[in-house]
């Protein structure tokens, strides 16, 4: 582009009353970014002005611009992303300065000084790390602030899938909060608002943030067992957020690891979506019965034929509603006089202490209700979870279920 005379006529009115550098001049006139500086030194030495030492616009942010970006490459060489957005923090009183200038000389078109910056800085980081400019969805997001000499760098959360396996009990599957302060953070917890205790999360989450460099993991789990409770087979499911990871990529081999307190990962790998907020799902629980009377054979047979594609009342404290929770199929095998093994096979969410001690009716028909006993599972090995089988949709349709097939279920 070419400075034309009436182009000079009005930067020369411009600078006449403010001093500004080769960049903010042309860019108050140039349609192209890649043109502003060229037009700005081609209209200053037609007029016969010298370049400031200090620009009224940019005060020196311009100038300064290839040591800003050096600054924000070398700390971008700690990600592995392949796309990224650049923006930048400007003091609101440049911004208003740059609006008034446009204003009084009735200047239209130009680009912005924020649009300068992270343009100049963004070809720099594709020329030199090789990586794409990509405003939709980018794998890390880089906000300069170049008048405190500062840039932040947040990558953009991924998700994984996974599933542990538990052969220890007494291990809760969520972090417990501090008992002194109740989780909003204290001496004795380092002001983490968690209690330094074992648990699947904190174990997991141990292994899952130097593995991917991340700040912090956030779990959505597939259910929920006692704590007492073993999780065996090929493991419960779960989805992890990894927020703010340096790391996007790692071998599907490290998902495979003994971790702490006998919890074991078992396979998984990085999502390409996020995943949806509520999965469906099926679980086999084996739980251990205690009845107050001796159970006879015909009492284990009556269970099993009852909860055979039953749909069930459960109560939620949470939602305080009653919700219908499927039982697929029970096979019952005694084991003492008042004692006896059910293998159950149920919907997820089922909650299997209620299933089989009613709580007084907070789940109807339990197996208590069945008997007309009062029965509750063993306080030290209440039940484990020997499958869980994430499915698309609970179908409540009847569909005969064998019991004989409960222990094939994978």
Not at 81 to 104: C, M, Q, Y
Not at 180 to 192: A, I, L, Q
């Amino acid at each position: 582009m070419k400075a034309d005379s009436a182009v000079l006529q009005k930067a020369e009115a411009i600078l006449a009353k403010y001093p500004l550098c080769n960049s903010c001049l042309g860019r108050q006139f140039a349609p192209r970014k890649d043109e502003q500086i060229e037009l700005g030194e081609q209209i200053r030495k037609k007029i016969a002005v010298k370049e400031p030492e200090r620009c009224y616009l940019c005060e020196g942010i311009i100038k300064d611009i290839d040591h800003t970006a050096k600054n924000v490459i070398e700390v971008l060489r700690g990600y592995k992303f392949k796309t990224f957005l650049v923006g930048a923090s400007i003091p609101h009183s440049i911004i208003e300065n740059e609006d008034t200038l446009r204003a009084e000389f009735k200047l239209k078109g130009g680009s912005s000084l924020k649009a300068e910056i992270t343009s100049a800085i963004a070809k720099r980081i594709e020329n030199v790390l090789k990586k794409k400019f990509g405003a939709r969805n980018p794998d890390v997001v880089v906000v300069v602030n170049p008048i405190e000499k500062f840039q932040t760098v947040t990558p953009r959360s991924l998700f994984v899938t996974a599933r542990y396996t538990k052969v220890k009990r007494g291990i809760p599957q969520k972090k417990q909060r501090c008992n002194d302060c109740n989780g909003k953070g204290c001496p004795t917890c380092s002001w983490s608002g968690f209690a330094d205790t074992p648990s699947v999360e904190s174990a997991v989450a141990d292994y899952l943030v130097p593995m991917f460099g991340s700040r912090k993991v956030k779990f959505s789990w597939v259910g929920s067992e006692d704590d007492e409770s073993l999780v065996l087979g090929n493991g419960r499911p779960f989805y992890a957020e990894i927020i703010e990871p340096k790391k996007r990529k790692v071998a599907a081999a490290k998902f495979h690891t003994r971790l702490k307190h006998g919890i074991e990962l078992k396979g998984g790998k990085v999502l390409e979506e996020r995943p949806l907020p509520e999965v469906s799902f099926e679980l086999v629980a084996e739980a251990n019965i205690e009845a107050s009377k001796p159970v006879k054979k015909a009492d284990l047979r009556k269970i099993a034929t009852t909860f055979r594609n039953l749909d069930a009342s459960q109560y939620s404290p949470n939602k305080m509603k009653f919700l219908t929770k499927r039982v697929f199929a029970l096979k019952a095998e005694q084991v003492s006089s008042k004692k006896f093994k059910a293998t159950i096979r149920c919907e997820g969410g089922t909650n299997i202490k209620k299933l089989v001690q009613g709580n007084h009716l907070e789940f109807s028909p339990s197996i208590s209700e069945v008997l007309g006993d009062s029965c509750n599972v063993n306080a030290k090995k209440p039940f484990d979870i020997t499958s869980v089988k994430v499915v698309e949709k609970i179908v409540r349709k009847p569909q005969p279920i064998p019991a004989e097939t409960i222990p094939a279920e994978s």
